[in-house]
């Protein structure tokens, strides 16, 4: 606030970190342009709810202001657009009723507009208004349509009178500038230029009236360190020949070449191809369903990112499937969850459709308990959930800003009622190719994807030490080996550890040794193998199973994550046995797919 009056609130941007309270700034804006009684704040975003947060959020800090306010969501049926300057100190639009807004406002044959009216009253008269246009997440201001309006509304009504003494408009971003380069020039020439006497803090040819960085509020304990443990085990890695396999089936050679598009243009429409055939395809939702599941509890609090509605709708059904998720613990955020709901709806049922905001607040109320809420790009920005303690990103992006805003999902730090650090787990490694270390630069060359930084130096995310520290001291967390017990016969111990080891043996003995055998966990998490003699915990034929089908997976040159779901609920020694012999037959016959399992059943049967 001091940079800002130190710039005679001047039309600027304030740059802070994902998480870092961008609204709780805003309101001090807001309530400091609204000390005289005649000036006027629009408050604009482009996403529904993250206004309708803004919204809750000045509710809650009414005391903050010397009056009562009145506000108005503008767009609705039954606000009254022609007086809205005159009855509301507060008016909330969506970045598309702002675009209507200016554009009607250009076109001198629209009577009486409000907000050209109020701009270019007579000085003293009872309609003139000061006008500060707050706008959250100002990287959109880059959206062409609503570029082409405000160029018009700058030429016909700004650039007359005083007007453009009488509008100010205050950016808010983690990432301010647009990721499109060519969009920069609005910004820099119209909306926020650096004018005399004015200070800025970065060299974006903007005016910036301050620029926080990550490091600071990190070490306040404001934001959380980037945890990289999980990431690093490369249990959630998707294998490469899994993925190589699936971009040979699914996206011929010829894709893959640059043709007559520039190199950016190219790069972008490879990442929405890859996001659409690959990210999307069964086995490798398959694969981050079964890790996820695998591993909730540890992961905590979980938000994932899909490439696409049908995706996140495959993902859901799959997490509520699996016994060790269940339908309570997953929430699905997108924008066609009506069709969706019904869709699923029976003619003779008169269930309720599950709207989003419903969603959102079941996954809120969860507090910190282990759960999954799986959207597609409505949620990477200003939703607010500081007991997010893991961030999985399932979808190529060459976007700085979207990587960058997916992640601030699960920054809040402890001192903003967070979570001591955040497990970012990035199954398509964008973390290693991207080097976000260095400011994150593609480097996927693999397929030959031009080694380039996507982004001109007034990106936002330009400075590496405007990046949050991608990694905290924490180590990973120990993994114990799995002792093998001295009294269990030589060739039995032998044929386990080349099982453990994943190296080559003979099935027959493994199975031989597998009965001789039990597993017991100790408290802290340490595991034993004794011979079967004894106590058993109910838990421990699991693991000697999910090795087995491990085993399998190399055998057979590709992963098998359907397989996990075959696992039988309830496992005595015939339940082991029948699945053993499954896993035979899917050797044998090479079943990739659980389709293919269910069509080797029905010719069986």
């Known amino acids: 606030m001091a940079r800002l009056s130190q710039n005679n609130f001047a039309s600027g941007i304030i740059h802070l970190p994902t998480g870092s309270g961008k609204t709780r700034v805003g309101i001090e804006i807001a309530a400091q342009c609204l000390e005289q009684s005649q000036d006027r704040v629009i408050w604009a975003t482009a996403g529904v709810s993250l206004l309708r947060q803004s919204v809750i959020r000045l509710v809650e800090m009414l005391g903050r202001f010397d009056r009562e306010l009145a506000m108005r969501w503008a767009g609705f049926d039954h606000v009254q657009e022609e007086a809205l300057f005159d009855e509301a100190d507060v008016v909330f639009v969506t970045r598309d009723t702002l675009t209507k807004w200016l554009a009607r406002a250009a076109d001198g044959r629209t009577v009486g507009d409000p907000l050209r009216t109020a701009l270019t009253a007579r000085k003293g008269s009872g309609a ?5 246009l707050i706008y959250d997440e100002c990287h959109e201001l880059g959206a062409k349509g609503l570029q082409r309006a405000w ?16 509008f100010t408009v205050i950016g808010l971003s983690a990432t301010p500038m647009p990721t499109a380069t060519d969009a920069h020039d609005l ?7 650096v004018r005399e006497g004015t200070a800025t803090q970065k060299d974006w040819d903007v005016l910036v009236h301050h620029s926080e960085s990550t490091q600071a509020l990190t070490d306040l304990k404001i934001l959380c360190p980037i945890n990289l443990s999980l990431q690093k085990s490369g249990f959630f ?7 190589s396999r699936i971009i040979d089936e699914v996206m011929p050679e010829d894709t893959l070449r640059r043709g007559d598009c520039s190199e950016k243009q190219w790069v972008h429409e490879f990442s929405l191809m890859f996001n659409r055939k690959v990210m999307t395809h069964p086995d490798i939702l398959d694969f981050l369903a079964d890790r996820i599941a695998r591993r909730l509890p540890e992961m905590g609090k979980t938000m994932l990112f899909c490439a696409s509605v049908e995706a996140a709708n495959y993902v859901v059904d799959r997490l509520r499937r699996d016994k060790r998720v269940g339908e309570g613990l997953v929430t699905l955020v997108h924008s066609r969850m009506e069709d969706r709901e019904i869709a699923e709806l029976e003619d003779d049922l008169d269930d309720e459709i599950v709207r989003p905001e ?13 759960c999954v809420m799986v959207n597609v790009g409505m949620l990477t920005t200003g939703f607010d959930d500081p007991k997010i303690r893991c961030v999985v990103l399932a979808r190529l992006t060459f976007s700085k800003n979207l990587f960058w805003q997916m992640i601030g999902r699960g920054l809040r730090g402890p001192f903003a009622g967070g979570t001591p650090d955040c497990y970012i787990i990035d199954p398509i490694r964008l973390t290693e190719r991207f080097e976000v270390f260095e400011g994150y630069r ?16 007034n990106s936002a995310m330009h400075d590496p030490k ?6 905290c001291e924490r180590e990973p967390p120990p993994q114990s080996d799995v002792l093998i017990d001295s009294s269990i016969r030589w060739g039995v111990r032998r044929a386990l550890r080349a099982f453990l080891g994943g190296k080559n043996f003979k099935l027959d003995k493994v199975n031989q040794a597998l009965s001789d055998v039990q597993i017991i966990y100790g408290k802290d998490g340490s595991a034993k193998i004794v011979p079967a003699e004894g106590e058993v915990s109910a838990e421990s034929p699991y693991a000697i199973l999910e090795t087995h089908i491990r085993s399998l997976e190399n055998s057979i040159g590709h992963d098998l994550p359907w397989l996990y779901g075959l696992l039988p609920t309830r496992l005595d020694d015939i339940a082991r046995k029948t699945f053993l012999r499954k896993l035979q037959v899917i050797r044998k016959h090479r079943i990739a797919s659980l389709e293919a399992w269910h069509e080797y059943e029905l010719r069986r049967l």
Do not use: C
Not at 358 to 370: A, K, M, T, Y
């Open 358 to 370: 419903v969603q959102i607040q079941e996954f809120l109320d969860r507090g910190h308990d282990p």
């Open 237 to 243: 890695d998707i294998p490469e020949r899994l993925v």
């Open 442 to 457: 593609p480097e996927l060359d693999k397929r030959g994807i031009p080694q380039t930084d996507l982004e001109d130096r």
């Open 151 to 166: 160029k018009k509304f700058d030429d016909k009504v700004l650039s007359s009178g005083s007007a453009d003494e009488r």
């Open 187 to 193: 910004l820099q020439d119209y909306i926020f230029p």
């Open 128 to 132: 003139a208004r000061n006008i500060t």
């Open 466 to 471: 405007d990046l949050a520290p991608l990694s």
